[in-house]
């Protein structure tokens, strides 16, 4: 069954920073969408913020079965419609997968209702991260453990609501651990969150990055029940 | 241990309909603060909407263990500055204990980051609701099923992110069922829902539905662990 | 991605009862499988617990990825090694569907931990279903809520433990709920329990609960992470 | 409101290893229990594997609202008639608190019905831990991270269904994490696994342990709802 990817971006970082550029030529959007395509289930586009909607027009979104979302320095910018349009779909059925440093987008927080802060610090140490669920579809083919020998540390408290499924734990050289593989339900929607993602390290590049972004697109893209009515009702069961 | 509660009502309804008078005549708040001072470690306090600062100033938030909310025909009054501070004081620890109609409050629907939308119908028939969860401290003292002769309904599907702990589940006569006693965690705080609590129906003297009121708000008002910090950070650990 | 599925059932009362048999001439796992081979990426056998290994010898176990569990009358017959080679096995990674009175089976009160006892009449009365988590793929193509015109009552409390999610919810005319659909990881595997299906009443016919069944299986027999390693190791990260 | 408590050790290598004997010269559970006793509302009494019944006969068990539980090399010598009794009493609502090397007990792989197993290394060296729960009542009164000098290392996978709450995340020095404060609820009863306490660390010395342990007992012996009725039963509602 194929499911339609929309792979969102800031998209700005890669245009005034030369260091992101290095890393990210093309943007971070195309090396997600470029990992995502090496599934021939996986329908891709990619949409970026400065592009009419945001890129998400209620076109594209409604012909979305799951949206990833990457966004670091602008979150202010994302317009309150969008956020109100994307937190609709949503709840609606869409997935969504948040990649890193949109723990702190308008949609995620939204979403949550809480802060979503958490600790932080770029100093580009080793990064390891554990399967603590092996039952979950998006640890499917990777392995109990692996290594981003480069990221921005993450570190607890992640101020989210205690997460539906718990997947993946990080280990900071730091002595930091993190909930870095995560997900939720609302409405009729399911959420991810992966954090591994700095705009600095080649991190989108990583196979183990690239399977377990796919495993989720593809886990919270797959359809749920059917839309539920609400308000007012009359009795379903006769009077006896 | 001292539970310091704040009973907040909307308390409109009461003044400006003979019919929820008659039932509440010096209002809601009145007989749920009435229900829990019957417990001696519970010290409770009233507030209400068109009391300046909504009845709840930064200074009584401060000294509130937790806050019971009702609310119905106003939410939309409730001002922004009232629902942030109400929202940042549960993610700092308060306890928040919502009933009934409160369901449509905007800090509820600001916490749980949906529609929080159900089905209902004001009919006065029987809800009879049954323990689902024996071991929950907010079902202490209460009879594995108990009935309300009248009440609203209210049905599935309820657009609430999936309850950390699910305690009651109600019956109705005409065929719905509804998750009517459920918790959820946001930052440090604890949040309870209650479903019963229609403004024409005098559910709030009902025995089991004060004992239930109490359980939670002593559940939800109990100490947490110490505040996180959060940003930037060194590491805790030293490099090798 | 095909998904193998072995239906097990105890198949005594169809032969002993003649009221079961008139309802399932071919027994209820025919009827099952036959529900399940309406979907082409199934690909569906038959065990039965009079069978050689109970029907499921090591080399069956090994080749399913799902397992469907019908018991009622024999629960005590199947044999220790049996019971624990499915524990095993589900640890391992294959899903398993546990059926109506499955409840009571030594292998899904020996993943619970609990008594798994529940209430129940036989009454032959309505009961009807509502969909609680409609963003799960095993309500995916149910309506709402979707009525049985005659089942075997089961009643709160069900005593095991808090499902991971919870999908449906019973009404029941005679006043009782019930969790009805409900999943539990454990080890790599994940279980659904889904509650109709009484031997003598022809629900295993019904379109929606067919539909549940093999959302359930296809849910349940997806693959998941790689199988961790346990016991004694040596340090993944050198000394500093 | 007072909880009673029963200490409960295997209370063997104390007596035969003088590594352990020189940490807990009068055996771990004395060091427990007067951690304990110095919370004036915690009543604590010991009990050892070798005294008659295993120091819990049916009278002691009636009479503890939370038991707590440390084994590590007899847990096999631990009668059947024991771990049936307390299973049993659990169900009906006794708390349990499961400490370090007890995660391989027959009762915690009973009512956890998952192996319990994890990776291990008695290296000595630092564990710190991580609070990622600040709302939950075990972690009241403890600072966001502490440190434990030497301890044995656990590592993911912990082959436990999902905790109910996760409270605590370990780091360890050697690159493992684990998730070493959680709960489950089975039946009436509610269940603790604190990871920290290897017999050759004084870890129940530690004043941020000592407080983790009585918050638990708190928190697992605090009464929860009426014992449920089950099995045959006849309409709650009359037909209409």
Same mark, same amino acid.
């Given at each position: 069954m194929t499911v339609r990817v929309t792979v969102w971006n800031e998209y700005r970082q890669e245009r005034s920073d030369p260091a992101v550029r290095t890393v990210y030529p093309d943007g971070i959007h195309d090396a997600i969408a470029a990992g995502l395509r090496e599934h021939a289930d996986l329908q891709v586009r990619t949409a970026t913020?400065?592009? &009419?909607? /945001? $890129?998400? &027009?209620d076109g594209v979104l409604a012909a979305t079965d799951v949206l990833t979302w990457w966004g670091h /320095? /602008?979150? $202010?910018?994302? &317009?309150d419609t969008v956020v109100e349009r994307v937190h609709a779909r949503v709840l609606d059925g869409m997935g969504l997968v948040v990649l890193h440093s949109g723990h702190h987008s308008r949609i995620f927080k939204q979403l949550m209702g809480t802060t979503c802060d958490l600790k932080w610090r770029e100093d580009g140490r080793r990064e390891r991260l554990w399967v603590v669920d092996p039952s979950h579809p998006i640890a499917a083919g990777l392995p109990e453990t692996f290594v981003l020998p480069e990221e921005e540390m993450y570190g607890e408290h992640f101020d989210v609501p205690p997460p539906n499924e718990l997947v993946l734990l990080s280990w900071f050289e730091g002595g930091e651990v993190f909930r870095s593989g995560a997900t939720w339900r609302r409405g009729r929607g399911r959420i991810v969150y992966l954090r591994p993602g700095h705009e600095t390290h080649p991190t989108y590049f990583d196979p183990n990055v690239r399977l377990l972004i796919a495993n989720a697109a593809r886990w919270a893209g797959a359809p749920g029940g059917t839309r539920p009515t609400y308000h007012h009702v009359q009795p379903v069961e006769p009077p006896g």
């Open positions: 913020l400065d592009e &009419p909607d /945001a $890129g998400i &027009p /320095a /602008a979150h $202010g910018e994302v &317009p």
